[in-house]
């Protein structure tokens, strides 16, 4: 691998700072508010295009009615550190090779250093008519913050019938998402005195529950307990929503496929999630249109002065708030070796935490690392649903991201393998 202070820009941009940092959402804002805690005299600039900042974990809750949207937003220029330039445009380009990253209004920023961490595309185009009918005729997402206030209008006022949830192939933001309202539906609807007049179906891509096998146990316990009828290798590729018809293509043990119609009164749909555009046809991405770092250190593979972290990144980790708030210590370690040409001193081992909401005050805290290793915080079976966990993800967690993580803050509740 080629040194990194060896390395120049191949033309010399008007603008330019030692460090760039693509994306200001939770990975980019935690890693300039480290670097700058580190050395505020450091120039690091952070490029994003928006005006507004989500806490996304919280999107869950508010299709469940237990957050409002307003708790799980902040003005973008309220987050960004003192001394940090904000750079308010979107990234047309990468440009590795010249030390470049270029602009949508024309400009070709430098830089000697880059964090990128864009996130991801989540891809609403890929399932036919979604679309045109999301946010009306009983189609809602979690994964956007309006629709999951429209989840939420459809939960509270659902009079039975049948209420279908899809979850494609990984990866995606937030394995347990998919399922977590499910779960607190069929709590409320039992709280309603309306479970046994409703038929609730999870129709997801895989043929698990649940990616660490570890955690299917509790999980299919709350599936028994709501009656919820799980259809695997059930990939949704179509939607008509005036119609109340979804259609997925249903693969066999052979291989085999067809397409299969369902009615709904109610679909809670979570769109086939890959790498931006902008990654996927940059000299950063793998082949599967990630951002290529090593899996151990964040640097990338290939070139010496980008490190990446977040969902755009290559890592095979659950793409999580909580992975980022455990990767952004160990890029801003290694960023600052590599600024000195030294080895790295830090690695990542996957963690990732998943809080599976399984009713309305009980949480199943999935933490796991590479490899499906259970690596938990707290020496309890986490397997058991706990009423604590439930706090922890609506009190706590909350208040660690806006208060502690995005200013920096190194705090960390020590995980490690546990047996059980």
């Given at each position: 691998m080629e040194a990194v202070q060896d390395i120049r820009a191949a033309e010399a941009p008007g603008l330019r700072h030692r460090i760039v940092i693509v994306g200001g959402g939770a990975a980019g804002i935690t890693v300039a508010a480290a670097l700058k805690r580190h050395d505020a005299k450091l120039d690091v600039a952070i490029v994003e295009p928006s005006e507004s900042h989500s806490y996304q974990p919280g999107w869950t809750l508010?299709?469940?009615?237990?957050?409002?949207?307003?708790?799980?937003?902040?003005?973008?220029?309220?987050?960004?550190?003192?001394?940090?330039?904000?750079?308010?445009?979107?990234?047309?380009?990468?440009d590795p090779d010249s030390n470049l990253v270029r602009m949508?209004?024309?400009?070709?920023?430098?830089?000697?250093?880059?964090?990128?961490?864009?996130?991801?595309?989540?891809?609403?185009?890929?399932?036919?008519?979604?679309?045109d009918t999301l946010g009306k005729n009983g189609v809602c997402s979690n994964y956007r913050a309006d629709m999951a206030e429209y989840a939420w209008e459809l939960v509270r006022s659902f009079q039975g019938g049948t209420a279908l949830?899809?979850?494609?192939?990984?990866?995606?933001?937030?394995?347990?998402?998919?399922?977590?309202?499910?779960?607190?539906?069929?709590?409320?609807?039992?709280?309603?005195?309306?479970?046994?007049?409703?038929?609730?179906?999870f129709c997801l891509a895989g043929d698990a529950l649940f990616g660490v096998p570890f955690f299917v146990p509790p999980l299919q316990r709350a599936v028994d307990d709501y009656g919820i009828d799980v259809c695997y290798?059930?990939?949704?590729?179509?939607?008509?929503?005036?119609?109340?018809?979804?259609?997925?293509?249903?693969?066999?043990?052979?291989?085999?496929?067809?397409?299969?119609?369902?009615?709904?009164?109610?679909?809670?749909v979570v769109p086939p999630q890959t790498g931006l555009d902008v990654v996927r046809e940059s000299p950063l991405a793998n082949a599967a249109g990630w951002?290529?770092?090593?899996?151990?250190?964040?640097?990338?593979?290939?070139?010496?002065?980008?490190?990446?972290?977040?969902?755009?990144?290559?890592?095979?980790?659950?793409?999580?708030?909580?992975?980022?708030?455990?990767?952004?210590?160990?890029?801003?370690?290694n960023l600052l070796a590599a600024m000195q040409d030294k080895p790295m001193p830090k690695t990542y081992d996957g963690y990732g935490s998943c809080p599976l909401t399984v009713a309305l005050g009980k949480i199943v805290l999935a933490e796991f690392a590479y490899g499906g290793k259970v690596t938990p915080s707290f020496p309890l079976d986490p397997r058991v649903p706990r009423k604590s966990m439930w706090y922890l993800k609506t009190k706590f967690l909350p208040w660690l991201y806006w208060s502690h993580m995005l200013k920096g803050g190194t705090i960390d509740i020590r995980h490690r393998e546990r047996g059980w």
């Open positions: 508010v299709g469940a009615g237990v957050f409002t949207r307003r708790q799980t937003e902040r003005e973008e220029r309220s987050l960004i550190p003192k001394g940090v330039t904000w750079i308010k445009a979107a990234v047309s380009a990468f949508s209004d024309g400009r070709a920023l430098g830089y000697d250093y880059l964090v990128a961490c864009p996130g991801l595309k989540i891809d609403w185009d890929a399932i036919q008519g979604l679309k949830f899809t979850q494609p192939a990984m990866p995606i933001k937030c394995a347990g998402a998919p399922q977590k309202i499910m779960y607190m539906m069929g709590d409320h609807l039992r709280r309603a005195g309306r479970l046994g007049s409703s038929k609730l179906k290798r059930h990939d949704l590729i179509a939607i008509d929503g005036a119609a109340k018809a979804a259609l997925f293509s249903v693969t066999d043990k052979d291989g085999v496929a067809r397409d299969v119609e369902m009615r709904f009164d109610m679909i809670h951002i290529d770092v090593d899996s151990a250190t964040l640097r990338h593979i290939r070139y010496a002065n980008v490190f990446s972290l977040g969902d755009a990144a290559s890592t095979t980790n659950a793409k999580t708030a909580a992975a980022v708030r455990l990767q952004s210590p160990i890029v801003v370690a």
